[in-house]
């Protein structure tokens, strides 16, 4: 059973640019979450997505924002990059069933440089 | 707000040694409790999944206990390897906004050979 993707590994931007991230959930998940994790601030949420409609989000500023397809992937823009944005972007997937949430699965992460 | 706070930071132990990790919340109300293990770079591996009606659950050599009333759980690790050396996060669910996860700062774990 295929995991939760995230692509690109790795990315090198510049300050002022934009970048787009991806996630591809396992299959069967509708729930797809993003994080921010800093060795600052720890694991921060960013918001979650269900069903393509944004259902919960962090406190973060326009500049995030994201979406999700009809198949459940999920896509997170960064526009504007500033330097410390510089993080990695974690997306994890889960799945509800019978009323029972059955927890949720991380992806290997995007790791974001600005410079 | 719900905050979570897990103890000790970091741990160094040497091979062999049985050893327990805790984690806090401030909100009792909370619908789960999950841990992971990070490894540098990497992205969350689930250990295990407690429900808020659980009081333990167990895979291998782990097994993570949750007292809901109190605010806490542990996670038990028995005769510690190399290999466990990693960083371990706790994150609850709580029951009131939706499903965004509130992680601890971790702990970070280095058993020795």
């Known amino acids: 059973k295929a995991g939760v993707t995230q692509t690109p590994r790795y990315l090198i931007k510049t300050r002022g640019q934009q970048v787009t991230l991806s996630c591809s959930p396992i299959?069967?998940?509708?729930?797809v979450s993003w994080y921010q994790q800093t060795p600052g601030q720890g694991l921060q949420f960013l918001f979650e997505y269900f069903s393509e409609t944004q259902r919960n989000k962090g406190n973060f500023p326009g500049r995030f924002s994201g979406r999700q397809f009809s198949n459940s992937r999920s896509e997170m823009n960064v526009s504007t990059l500033e330097l410390g944005d510089s993080a990695l972007y974690l997306c994890?997937?889960?799945?509800?069933?019978?009323?029972?949430?059955?927890?949720?699965?991380f992806g290997s992460g995007t790791r974001l440089t600005v410079v | 707000k719900q905050e979570v706070t897990q103890i000790p930071a970091a741990l160094s132990v040497p091979e062999g040694e049985n050893l327990v990790l805790n984690c806090s919340f401030t909100?009792?109300?909370?619908?789960?409790l999950q841990w992971f293990r990070q490894d540098p770079g990497k992205g969350l591996t689930s250990l295990l999944l407690i429900q808020s009606s659980q009081r333990e659950q167990t895979s291998g050599r782990l097994n993570a206990s949750l007292d809901k009333s109190s605010g806490r759980s542990t996670l038990y690790i028995a005769a510690s390897q190399p290999g466990d050396s990693a960083t371990y996060l706790c994150a609850v669910r709580p029951e009131t906004s939706g499903s965004r996860l509130t992680f601890g700062e971790g702990t970070q774990l280095t058993v020795n050979p």
């Open positions: 299959s069967g998940h509708r729930s």
């Open positions: 994890a997937s889960s799945r509800t069933m019978g009323g029972r949430d059955y927890g949720y699965t």
């Open positions: 909100d009792s109300a909370i619908y789960n």
